[in-house]
């Protein structure tokens, strides 16, 4: 039997109660409960589509490696648009980006000329005037 909903969720403080009378609760908990066991019989249903699309898979000569190339395609492109991806290739090139900075004004720094401003920063230098 399916956990019901004053099982799962009693012990979460982090949820407000709503001010409910008795038989308002126990409406709630037995539609929550149907609900539960609607899903595990969708589950199941599920499973048993699944083993049959493998036997047809298989009377099809469709092999696991090619589902399983197929699977990896898919997974792989899904990653590529997940948020947290384009997020790292981002973080990834903004980090290139903020070296290739550095090592520029580190080669800038280097340079005679800005150390010529290093040296007398007023511009005077060594001329006679």
């Known amino acids: ?20 009378t008795e038989a308002q609760q126990k409406e709630l908990i037995s539609q929550l409960t149907k609900l539960e066991a609607e899903i595990v019989a969708l589950r199941q249903a599920l499973a048993a589509k699944e083993r049959r699309c493998v036997e047809l898979k298989s009377k099809l000569g469709l092999t696991a490696s090619v589902g399983l190339r197929r699977n990896l395609s898919k997974s792989w492109h899904d990653v590529q648009v997940s948020n947290a991806y384009v997020k790292e290739k981002t973080s990834a090139a903004l980090f290139a980006m903020g070296s290739a900075v550095c090592r520029k004004l580190a080669d800038v720094k280097k340079s005679a000329t800005f150390r010529s401003f290093e040296v007398n920063p007023n511009g005077g230098g060594n001329r006679t005037q």
């Open 1 to 20: 039997m399916p956990e019901t909903s004053e099982d799962t969720y009693e012990s979460h403080p982090t949820a407000q109660p709503v001010a409910l």
